[in-house]
């Protein structure tokens, strides 16, 4: 079994400030690849530029863990004064601890694996 944990939140930006989010992005993605653990941190935007996907990839919840204490360390309250989230989906096993914090921060809907198949990627 697979101890990856991996998560997609849909963003609503606040009007005007996609530039901004933007820059914080930046910030955010520089300091996610010194974590350890993190797989994939990727950030996707409407045509509109009024929402924004992110998808994330952790070795296993542990990493996640230290990857969300530092995001509410560093980011959080500029993020939160950007973007809000609509959905947060979780796929994966995550410990306990980790989907305690998850839903403190939005996630409402956590998916398991689909079967006993060796996926990949």
Known sequence: M???V???VELAISEGRLDEFL???VEMVEFAKTESGVL???RFVS???QTVHVYERYADS???LTHLQNFAERFAPRFSSMASRRQFDVYGAPS???KSVLVGF???RFFGSFGNLNYWG
């Open 2 to 4: 697979s101890t990856e």
């Open 62 to 64: 542990h990493a996640a």
């Open 106 to 108: 939005g996630a409402t």
């Open 23 to 25: 820059a914080l992005t």
């Open 96 to 98: 306990e601890e980790l």
């Open 47 to 49: 045509q509109d530029g």
């Open 40 to 42: 994939s941190y990727q």
């Open 6 to 8: 991996s998560w997609r």
